[in-house]
């Protein structure tokens, strides 16, 4: 008797053991993943960051650069001759279990002046906009580059124009991309200086 009820007692610490793992492990793999997302939403952001600053200076000063993104997701760029809403933008679209960003519409992440004109000197030529939407257990979010029209208060505008080789709206999942200044004129009958990037993947 004295050798089965040791026998249980074993076998009820195995079990308490087995159960007590089961519930660990995924809250575990679930913190270590949030963790995980986190640090690629901060590399996301500060991507996009440094993708705006570097289209800023090659289109003022020339040159090309590459630049890669490493977080699991996809890369779009809408070129200004599209009919999409997102025209002269960059999008980036991942999956999260994390978000710093209220789900919903999108929200400017660096500047709270959203016009598709603004001031020279004053406003900046890019608006960078986050957005957030649940799915299931997971969140679908995509961060959004966009060039808008400055005005430089004497009526002249000045813009930075994205292209690609086909005028197209093209994609990509490596977090590869390469920046190159294709020039600056003057728009014939108007009031406008284009600069035109060219965007590569």
């Known amino acids: 008797m004295k050798g089965q009820a040791n026998i249980i007692s074993i076998l009820i610490i195995i079990l308490i053991a087995t159960a007590a793992i089961a519930t660990v492990v995924p809250w575990t793999y679930n913190m270590v993943q949030k963790k995980k997302d986190l640090k690629s939403l901060d590399d996301v952001y500060n991507f996009f960051q440094t993708l705006d ?17 490493n977080v699991p997701g996809k890369l779009e760029v809408f070129p200004d001759s599209t009919s999409s809403e997102f025209n002269n933008s960059i999008i980036f679209m991942m999956e999260s279990k994390v978000s710093l960003i209220a789900e919903g519409d999108w929200i400017p992440l660096n500047t709270p002046n959203m016009n598709k004109t603004a001031t020279l000197g004053i406003d900046s030529p890019s608006v960078i906009f986050g957005r957030a939407e649940k799915s299931g257990d997971k969140i679908n979010l995509r961060y959004r580059l966009w060039y808008r029209t400055l005005n430089d208060t004497s009526g002249h505008l000045y813009k930075i124009i ?33 600069t035109k990037i060219n965007i590569i993947l």
Do not use: H, W
């Open 162 to 194: 994205l292209n690609t080789s086909n005028g197209n709206t093209i994609s990509t999942t490596t977090g590869f991309m390469r920046v190159q200044r294709l020039g600056s004129m003057d728009v014939i009958g108007k009031p406008l200086t284009i």
């Open 53 to 69: 600053a570097t289209i800023r200076n090659i289109a003022q000063n020339g040159g090309e650069e590459s630049l890669r993104l």
